[in-house]
């Protein structure tokens, strides 16, 4: 069902893109602000470095079936750091999970569409995925004597890669732009076991899907 | 004046669409990697039903017995196959450590990859599954972490020995000392765990190995089997009774084949690797 549903809205995402808002020239009923824009510029950070530039939801991506939270575009939103609180209900997971996913994500390429949309065709990047509860630990606990019996059960690597695409509504509103993203994400224990047990683990076994939106100010 | 976009726009527009549609249908549904819900179930029990189906055997039967098989999935199924492949093997025995890290998706591979064997299967719990939400993982996926059944005149007793991933509850002492001594009329009992019983993984002032060494001299038990160490061996540390260490199939990828006749003492060991098996002996010990 998730399978289908992310289709139909990442289908419907891009076929739905207002066609006739990407007038190919200016007309008398075009705003003047729209001309002022400079097109090459993605993060105008009008609210200062401190304040965070974006919010984001989404769903997936291991970080849990609801993740929020906020990240900073950087360099002209070529990069981008976020942190997610996920959360799992138990009647998905068979208990309620708690995690933290914070990433960095580079995103250096970008088509303009017409001064209304953007697309980010790929970006990369990776993270981490902080497991919250009594069943995970950064350290292994004091009972045993090696302090690093085990590696951390509360911490794993994240490597993923998306595509984005934002809305770019006119100027003087209070968000800059709307996006929608749509990211394959892993994780280093099934990364690794897909590396060392190529017949028996396969590439979806290995990977989880998110869909987001992101809104930035 | 307003126009449409242009075809290259379309283009955009089209290849996006296919590739996010691509990408979006190739089945990734995994919100977390820390769930508890495992698709198979009941394994122990499923397995006791499979073996109680079996007729029972007056003469020698074959068990193969294997551990520590996280991280190396493709070597895990070509041993599955061998086991099959060798159409003489009644039971198998998995001392633990199916996963590396207690995950959901880690304890399925292996799973699906026990699923294929012909004969019932049974799998106690390892250190390393009980990480994460792996204990719970367990429980739901086989079952009870102790439990005791008897087929051709022999008792199996697997027990959970992870003292430090079960402080206060692993080994339960009251059930095991009971479960072993009452021996349910069997002729012979042989005993799964994951940790060894000579330096086992313990708490700071724990007397588990004190306790595995008085249940090995008092106890009559035909063969201990655990996983957890390195290397493969068959000794007798403690009294009359064999031990076999199975070794960390992740490292060295082996399996052991036990033959359980009648005759006392009269138990035949094979160390496999995946291409031969060699005879282990020890001395026939007379009863």
Known sequence: MIRALSSILAAATIALAPAPALAAEPCETEEPAAAERDPDERDTDRQGWMVPDFAKLQTGGYVGLI???????????????????????????????????????????????????????????GGLLFGLGDNYFLTTPDEYNDRWYYVPTAVHWLLHVGTEVDVLPAPGGVFERHGLLVELVTLDTFLLSLIESQNEVELDDVLSLALGYRAAW | MSSSPGIVTWLQRALACAGIS?????????????????????????????????????????????????????????????????????????????????????????A????????????????????????????????????????????????NSNSLEFPGEAPDRDWLTTTLTERNGAERLIVLTHQPPYHPDDLPGGTAEEYYKYLLKTIDIDVFIHGHVEPWSLSMPVGKTPVIALGTFQKVPCYTVITVSPEPGAIRYERCDLERCEEQTLPVIAR
Request: aromatic share 10%; with cysteine.
């Open chain 2, 22 to 110: 691509l990408v979006a249908a190739s089945g990734c549904p995994q919100a977390t990697p820390f769930g508890s819900e495992p698709e198979r179930q009941d394994l122990t029990s499923k397995n006791l039903a499979a073996l109680a189906a079996l007729p029972e055997k007056s003469g020698p039967f074959k068990i193969a017995a294997l551990g520590d098989t996280h991280d190396d999935y493709d070597r895990f199924a070509k041993a599955v196959e061998l086991i099959n492949a060798r159409g003489d093997i009644d039971l198998v025995l998995h001392a633990g450590d199916m996963s590396d890290r207690g995950l959901l998706k880690e304890l399925e591979w292996t």
């Open chain 1, 67 to 125: 993740g929020i939270g906020v990240g900073y575009a950087v360099l002209d939103d070529i990069l981008n750091l976020s942190a997610l609180y996920g959360f799992t209900p138990a009647a998905v997971a068979g208990v309620n999970v708690h995690a933290i996913g914070a990433t960095l994500s580079v995103r250096p390429f970008d088509i303009n569409i017409r001064g209304r949309l953007r697309h980010i065709p790929l970006y990369i990047g």
């Open chain 2, 112 to 159: 699906d990859i026990l699923a294929r064997l012909r004969m019932p299967f049974f799998a106690v719990i390892g250190n390393h599954d009980a990480l994460s939400e792996g204990k719970e993982i367990y429980r739901k996926m086989f079952g009870p972490y102790n439990f005791t059944f008897t087929w051709s005149g022999t008792q199996f007793v697997l027990f």
